[in-house]
């Protein structure tokens, strides 16, 4: 049993690439595979080269796994984030047919083949897309899942005083100090445990162990009403609210996205450990000194049984007599730094340790290569001279595991957003965020200060600072926590190591996208001076863990090519996320009817239970034909509409949009919302409006009722209401012409059925009831009468969208299936969408089809409205000479020439003279029952008369074309002698 | 996520208001005020509407390159 901060007794089983293995409880699955001697983790994405652990964090660029059998996998998890449970099924990525013998290796062979930006120079002959399908099967990181099985993450919305992002020990001290301040505070820790670097650097503070201090603290920012929020992360977020990420166990299933809203945020998020690079840095066995320390000190794992440390500060020393303590054999410390001898770096307790374990320490001395393929065996070192070059011969180290650091990189993705800018602080060879705004500070590690005493202090400060920016009183008298840990590591910047030019190509500075020192100077010569283009040119930082450990080193690479310091080509932009987010926690709770929501009419149920065919169109779900009259749609749709002509039919138009219009205003207003007056209609008469948008264009039509001298209903398009009510309120607030007007949505709280055909009045009459008929019988055409249908209001317009004799019946939502159904019974048969846009075909009648945004009222024939000159909304622009021009479309109908053949909406319209440059477009097209063959509308060139020759030109969905004639666009009945009996 | 204090119902979050339109920032013809959109970018006077809210109609005037709202008032006002 390994012992450990993270780890309790107890056996987990795991599967990894097929292999049954043992953990225990705490363990990841890096630490576990760790503990089994596994030193394979994967194969890298582009030269498929043998990798190992780096890291022990989510910035780790190799271990990133599969989890799961396809369809339902989850791929690049990363191996040290991932927290063991039982039946875990995990796969190494990027290898076929295995993780030890990968076919696509043999790529290897040709290192040189594959360096920045090759796919613009290979594989182009002879045909570059005939190697796409390999190149598809080679390229990318893991397999994107074919099914989803999770439940949707919770979303938690919090708002609070100080925000602090990290509960390590600048974290924790400042989320004290801001509690004592009497702030409310929120404390998030991507790890499952708070601490930080307190978990393996051997500290004390305020008199105690670090790790009994940490345990304190949390209980009194408990006892004093702080949350704090473990194994979440902070993603993102602008404008005042962050986003954070809970995602315990690694994997997606538990997730939570808060949003929270703080007054004041504290970015205590640490440094992430930097790599080196020397040839063949990314061999397995080459880990960060850090990570060793995570795997000892968390999980009891030993790396390694014989290491060699290499780093260019003082830090190494004490990691290295932790390790020794800790059952790791340091074979030697390699100090790239020229100034000391010795172990002049450590303390004199480090040194002794050190010395009694016969460690060697070589100063002014650099790992140049390693030795072994698949796993290390040794490293090869050479003393350095004054300018980094190295000098002399080579000496061989053995070791079974080489723990590099070159530094740290404070995490500042957060500070640099709006408006926080880059610094280099030359003494930690690293950037700090400066340039905060008032609300925001960075403390700790994240800002430079690497010693405990330090970031303490920092973290207090900091605490303080943003308690009292969010309105709270601090007591002088409070004082930082006092510590003692390790001391303030003297660094000096050091980059890469010596290396022969043809040996740069294995010098690796991205492991996770396979980019070389090679690739940095390549692109440098091919003119990519920027550090953005070299990002991109090379595929430097642009994997998952975005530049973590790769990007500071590839600047500071490229400026020592350059001739510059690093602080001049600064590092490519911080971008969110700051730590890879799933999309169903963005999407949260947004999904299916939350999403999307389908809006049902009352009648909805009745149509499902009758056959009615219910598709959605826009928001609503509607009825396009009803199965009973055809099994298909368009053998339906055609009976339907036959037989609403013959005898009669219902439809189920209650989504029709209904606006109520009222006040002292409201005639005046909506005079200057439609082409023509609202104002001369008469109280109970109806008529048929036209919008304009404030540049000429039809917006919308519809029907305006006058329920009373100052009330009006306004109908508009299905789906449309939402979107003319805003443009109603729009005007009346602007000022349009009065403003005692008041408006509202009743689209939901009227349900409409529309009865059609020559037998429709006849049978309202006997449905209605006595109390109706002679109201039936004096109905004009366009008049409408309120009364009432089982004690339930009802209004009876007299009014077609079909062309046949026809009422529309407004009705309480309530008491419409009892209308329906009392129709029905009554002898009329429902039709649906489909056979309600043939009978609006045959007629000529407009929809969205020809209201597309794009016509005018003078290309749909309208122009007599304009001529009567009300002063509307759209009015002034609607004269301009451009909308007059000869070219410009008009509404017309159309009829094959031959009087069989098919065209369909969409179909191009061209003339002999300009075969490939339509002149306009078929914008609805049905087959007609009463006129026996394809009719449709259509906008063509005004200067097209009805003796053009046309052809309906429709490549994607006919071979032939279709020679078409113009005609008026009323197919049927033109004089509308049968709506009007 | 940026915040609009709309005057009926507070600082409210800004996927509750719907964008309509920048106006052009003097007076001019109506071709102008239809289409004219030069963008200032210190200064941007906007209607938005509150549409998932009381859907009051806001003047808002702000300053698009640091994002701060300048002020906020109520188009239309009371009759």
Known sequence: MRRGTRVSAGTIRFQFDGREYCGQPGDTAASALLANGVCHFGRSVKYRRLRGLLTAGPEEPNALFTSGRYPAVIPNVAAPQLILRDGLDLRSQNRWPTLGLDVASLLQAGGGFFGAGFYYKTFIWPRWRSYEPLIRRLAGLGAAPGACELAPPRVEHLSCDVLIAGAGAAGLAAARSAVRAGARVVLCEREPRCGGELEFEVGSIEGQPALAWVAATLAELAARGARVLTDTALVGGTGGQLVLHGEPGGLPGANTLYRVRPRAFIIAMGSIERPIAFVDNDRPGVMLVGAAERYLARYGVRVGREAVLFANHDRMYAAAARLVAGGIRVNALIDTRGDLSGMAGATAAQRDALERAGTRCLTAHAVVAVEGGRRIRAVRVTQLAGNGAGVGAETRIDCDVLLHSGGWSPCVQAGLQEGGLREYAAALGAFLAAAQPPWRALAGAANGQLELAAALMDGHAAGSGAAQHAGHAVHEREAAPVGRGDETPRLEPFWRSPAAPRLEKRQFVDLQNDVTVADLRLALAEGFTDIEHVKRYTTLGIGTEQGATSAVLGAAILAEFKGEPPGAVGTFRARMPFAPVSLQSLAGLRVGCAWRIARRTPLDGWHAAHGGVLESSGSWMRPRYFRANGAEPFAAAVAEARRVRASGGIADGSTLGKIEVAGADAAAFLDSMYLTKASTIKVGRSKYMVNLREDGIVLDDGLVLRLAPERFLATTSSGHADHMLSHFEHYRDTDWSGRRVTLTDVTEAWAVIAVAGPRSRTTLENVLGAQWRGALANLGHMDFSAGQFQDHDLKVLRASFSGELAYELHCRPGIALALWEALIAGGLAPYGLDALDILRVEKGYLVSSELNGETTPHDLNMGALVALGNPCLGRDLLDRPGFHEPARPRLVGLRACDGRAKFLAGAQLTTPAAPTRPAGYVTSSVWSPALGEWIGLALVARQLGEDAPLMARDPLRSAADTPVRIVPPVHFDPGGARMKS | ?79
């Open chain 2, 1 to 79: 996520m940026m915040r609009l204090v709309c005057p009926f119902c507070g600082p409210r979050e800004l996927r509750e208001f719907q964008f309509h339109k920048t106006l052009p920032a003097g007076p001019g013809s109506v071709f102008a005020r239809t289409y004219e959109r030069i963008d200032h970018p210190e200064r941007s006077v906007e209607h938005w509407q509150h549409v998932e809210g009381c859907r009051a109609w806001l003047l808002v005037e702000r300053n698009p390159s640091s994002g701060t709202v300048l002020r906020t008032v109520l188009l239309g006002g009371t009759p």
